[in-house]
T-cell receptor, first 111, second 112 residues
Framework: DAGITQSPRHKVTETGTPVTLRCHQT?????MYWYRQDPGHGLRLIHY???????DKGEVSDGYSVSRSKTEDFLLTLESATSSQTSVYFC??????????FGPGTRLTVT | TQLLEQSPQFLSIQEGENLTVYCNSS?????LQWYRQEPGEGPVLLVT?????EVKKLKRLTFQFGDARKDSSLHITAAQPGDTGLYLC????????????FGKGTRLHILP
């Protein structure tokens, strides 16, 4: 199994508060991704990174920002959480940009 | 916009039966992956197919990539309760600047 962890695993927060989710890998993979998974929508890409300090937007990036200061860490920040951002968030890593290995997920509830 | 359509969306069958689920698109892809996701966990990669017409087997699971590299199928022989889960297909577009896309999945439930 790929060495990938996410923290926290569960979080409940109030509307308007900032939230940061962390993804940590021990595989030294170049690519890292943040997805959200919602019923009826499947997995949707939020942001991804193709190297340290190299990031780009996915299809649902509004309201989210990311940072990657080290190969092993990829942070996802919700600057001001909204109820529409209640979801399960998955981090994934990839060595070459196609086969992906997913973390266990973070369940975020915004009240 | 490239889309991956998975069918059926839901499937509930008895243990021991055979089944096939599909992943279809109008676009050509350079490779296609199948993942299985169990409740409360992240998707787990099962297989990658790259060549048109390619067939790969993983125990009772048989994966096929269409000749034109636009579609794929997953066949399960003698389904078992442990096969229960969400099966996702994902495809890498021919343009490497485009990111991998996921289908919405087939939710499979095997009844004991």
């Amino acid at each position: 199994d790929a060495g990938i962890t996410q923290s926290p695993r569960h979080k409940v927060t109030e509307t308007g508060t900032p939230v940061t989710l962390r993804c940590h890998q021990t595989e030294n993979h170049r690519y890292m991704y943040w997805y959200r998974q919602d019923p009826g929508h499947g997995l949707r890409l939020i942001h991804y990174s193709y190297g340290v300090k190299d990031t780009d937007k996915g299809e649902v990036s509004d309201g989210y920002s990311v940072s990657r200061s080290k190969t092993e860490d990829f942070l996802l920040t919700l600057e001001s959480a909204t109820s529409s951002q209640t979801s399960v968030y998955f981090c994934a890593i990839s060595l070459q940009g196609y086969e992906q290995y997913f973390g266990p997920g973070t369940r975020l509830t915004v009240t | 916009t490239q889309l991956l359509e998975q069918s059926p969306q839901f499937l509930s069958i008895q243990e021991g039966e055979n089944l096939t689920v599909y992943c279809n698109s109008s676009s050509v892809f350079s490779s296609l992956q199948w993942y299985r996701q169990e409740p409360g966990e992240g998707p787990v990669l099962l297989v990658t197919v790259v060549t048109g017409g390619e067939v790969k087997k993983l125990k009772r699971l048989t994966f096929q990539f269409g000749d034109a590299r636009k579609d794929s199928s997953l066949h399960i022989t003698a389904a078992q309760p442990g096969d229960t889960g969400l099966y996702l297909c994902a495809a890498l577009p021919m343009n490497r600047d485009d990111k991998i896309i996921f289908g919405k999945g087939t939710r499979l439930h095997i009844l004991p």
